[in-house]
């Protein structure tokens, strides 16, 4: 929660911190107030039409909706007026009556900043309480320059909860630039450490979220370093009397909840609100329906022009996978051999015959690779700090600096959009059909990987919808809930585990010619080969499980065997090709075949087409053929 935190500030001479305390005594009389007309200055702000402003209702975090109006927030001690949640002329009323009136228990000013800044302006009215607020004197006196950066960590596929990225805001000046800078971030409040009920209770909103600022650093080290996660900073381009606006607005939230949704009321579309409060015409948090994902919320904010430009914070993984790449294997065995503890590794080194420059290669590459493995615990506390300071004082030996330039990946904006629409056509064993599916989210292999992770796959609710013309017959093909697959390229030093996760309706060819509808669980875990840039193998042990009342015992499963290959050969084109073994041991024993070639043409962001052949394999082949349009959006 931000107020438990210590802000550091700046003043024009020398840093200060600040702890913002609500409960700061006033120093106002009563008398101060006799001058001001409560009641004049509500009929002024109903005659203005204050409460139907745009800015009074992001300040509030109001929306309508079917229903009517109703606020975001959902903490009670956030309104002043008792219908404030779902009433703006109401809460206006309040908040004027609360702010330009006497209270000899609190300053008013320190709990509602931002809302009392834009009515000094709106009523052309000072408060006596004003003068005596200490922490908004602060900030309108702070004279240093403050940038604000959207900071988008992109996801992590090995950790699900991350997998669509985050976002978080740093505010920093010349006092703490960079890492030194304060992160303001929005979560969930929760220690739960069990996965799928932490799941069910962000889906359901179970959760308290709350806005909290710390040290940046330590969100680089947590997502760049512990989660192997890239780092996009955007600097937003508001002036300082926005940034001091953000500010007061982010004080109003201090210690004030939200219920948390994972899908939409999440870290990325809060964190829109103290944005748009900036600038309320934008109507940032505007146009989400069902589900808020961060790259769309990152392109909202870049459309309506905050942005003044970007900067790229690789992680320690991806540090790491550029250096091995400028390594000969001599040099790969040395840094091995380094972090591996070996005795004399680095006396060898020094006596060598490697040149001054593929020494300092060496050093500088197990240097990141010893932290990579002492923040994955291989080592002791003790291990490390020896391992660590020897070769850092080796390296301090030679006195060559060598620059690491690791080219920026594209932004994450400029990737295709979330959402897809595919228009199908094709046969299935010679009957023809056509197809409409709908994909809510996410990115498939085959898809332009230009702004995501490579070799993510990651498709939530897709549902496709065949009708076939022989028999007239329109039905339900596929329903996949999740279908999640990692083909993580591994490297002399750092092998990942590719794996995949697939659950849902699936109709399969399974007997006669009939494509039956089950419930499928499909897992596997191996590894993947990066032969050149444009092209990976990879190979898997999986296991499936099938449901159908149809089944013996309703069930069928068993082990299986997966590989397959995705090539990139010019910019515009993906191929994907695989092929699965699996042997249903449980149930009605049977061996079945998946065969699969796709051909995915990527125009832009919006449009690709897509060329698929498939076979199935149950004591007879069945041959699909199809094509299709692919139109994104969000």
């Not at 840093?15 to 002024?44: A, C, H, R, W």
Request: with cysteine; aromatic share 16%; net charge negative.
């Amino acid at each position: 929660m931000i107020l438990h935190y210590q802000h550091v500030l700046a003043q024009q001479n020398q840093p200060y911190e600040i702890t913002i305390d609500i409960q700061d005594s006033t120093q106002v009389t009563k008398e101060l107030f006799d001058p001001i007309n409560i009641d004049q200055l509500i009929s002024k702000a109903h005659t203005k039409n204050l409460s139907n402003t745009s800015q009074w209702w992001a300040l509030l975090h109001y929306k309508k909706n079917l229903f009517g109006i109703k606020s975001l927030v959902d903490d009670p001690k956030f309104f002043l007026a008792s219908d404030g949640k779902f009433n703006p002329k109401s809460e206006l009323e309040a908040t004027i009556r609360y702010l330009y009136s006497y209270n000899e228990k609190e300053n008013p000013i320190n709990r509602f900043m931002a809302r009392y800044e834009w009515l000094k302006k709106e009523l052309q009215t000072t408060s006596p309480y004003e003068k005596y607020c200490t922490k908004y004197q602060e900030i309108i006196s702070f004279k240093d320059t403050i940038k604000v950066n959207l900071v988008f960590p992109t996801g992590y596929i090995n950790s699900p909860a991350s997998m669509f990225g985050h976002t978080l805001l740093t505010v920093q000046s010349q006092y703490n630039p960079g890492l030194l800078s304060s992160a303001i971030n929005y979560a969930a409040n929760t220690n739960e450490t069990f996965g799928p009920l932490f799941a069910f209770r962000g889906i359901f909103g179970f959760y308290k979220g709350y806005f909290s600022i710390m040290p940046y650093y330590m969100k680089v080290q947590e997502y760049g370093d512990l989660e192997s996660r890239d780092i996009w900073e955007y600097t937003l381009n508001l002036n300082q009397d926005e940034v001091r606006f953000m500010l007061f607005h982010i004080w109003e939230l201090d210690n004030v909840y939200s219920d948390y949704y994972f899908f939409d009321e999440n870290c990325s579309f809060n964190l829109l609100y103290l944005m748009e409060v900036t600038r309320p015409d934008s109507h940032l948090a505007d146009n989400f329906f069902f589900w808020v994902i961060p790259i769309d919320t990152m392109r909202k904010v870049i459309n309506a022009e905050f942005v003044e430009r970007t900067a790229f914070r690789p992680s320690r993984t991806t540090t790491i996978n550029h250096m091995v790449s400028q390594l000969n294997t001599d040099q790969i065995n040395v840094v091995k051999s380094i972090a591996n503890q070996n005795n004399d590794s680095l006396t060898n080194l020094i006596n060598s015959s490697f040149t001054e420059k593929q020494k300092i290669q060496i050093l500088d590459c197990a240097s990141e690779f010893i932290q990579y493995r002492y923040s994955n615990k291989e080592y002791t506390q003790k291990e490390y700090q020896d391992l660590f300071i020897n070769v850092l004082k080796i390296r301090s030996s030679f006195t060559q600096t060598l620059t690491y330039t690791i080219p920026n990946p594209p932004r994450p904006e400029t990737g295709h959009y979330s959402s897809h629409v595919r228009l199908q056509a094709g046969i299935f064993d010679e009957k023809p059909y056509t197809e409409v599916v709908y994909r809510p989210s996410y990115h498939d292999l085959c898809d332009d990987p230009s702004g995501f992770i490579s070799g993510s796959q990651i498709i939530f609710g897709e549902t496709a919808i065949r009708y076939y013309y022989d028999n007239q017959n329109l039905l339900l093909q596929r329903l996949e809930l999740i279908n999640i697959e990692s083909l993580s390229p591994i490297n002399p030093l750092i092998k990942p585990l590719s794996w995949k996760v697939i659950t849902g309706f699936d109709r399969m060819p399974l007997e006669n010619n009939n494509q039956t509808l089950v419930y499928q669980l499909n897992t596997g875990s191996g590894y993947t080969i990066e032969i050149f840039k444009w092209l990976q193998i990879y190979g898997m042990i999986e296991f499936s499980g099938l449901l159908n009342n149809n089944f013996k015992h309703n069930i069928e499963a068993g082990p299986g065997l997966s590989a397959g290959i995705v090539l990139q050969p010019f910019q515009h084109i993906r191929i994907r090709s695989y092929i699965v073994d699996t042997y249903y041991l449980y149930g009605d024993a049977f061996n079945f075949i998946t065969i699969k070639a796709i051909f995915q043409y990527n125009f832009n962001q919006r449009f690709s087409t897509r060329f698929e052949v498939s076979s199935w394999y149950n004591e007879q082949w069945d041959n699909q053929l199809s094509g299709a349009l692919i139109f994104y959006f969000w």
